[in-house]
């Protein structure tokens, strides 16, 4: 028998349905905060770097810095909430 066809049907293709439109929604919604997170971070270190020259740059810079890193850890749960909602078992594969 394949199954294939019987893992979108009935509950189990309702089921997909939901978690895959709500996984969307929550991992864009995420990509969303993470990219302001970063965007604001990145600019208070551009803010700190202008106003203090070259004594403050490593602090803005680690402002920077700091916000960028959380920006790509929460692209990176973000793919994982949509991979999960789309049922991906193994989905670096």
């Known amino acids: ?18 978690t895959s439109t709500l996984g969307n929604t929550v991992g ?4 969303t905060v993470g990219g302001v997170l ?7 270190g551009e803010t700190v770097n202008g106003a203090t020259g070259g004594l403050g740059k490593p602090l803005g810079d680690g402002v920077a810095n700091i916000g960028t890193g959380i920006e790509g850890g929460v692209a990176s749960v973000a793919q994982g ?6 049922w991906k078992t193994n989905p670096k594969k």
């Open 28 to 31: 864009g919604l995420a990509n």
């Open 81 to 86: 909430v949509k991979d999960a909602g789309e």
């Open 38 to 44: 970063g965007a604001a971070s990145r600019g208070v």
């Open 1 to 18: 028998m394949n199954n294939d066809k019987n893992t979108n049907s009935g509950l189990t293709g309702a089921g997909k349905t939901v």
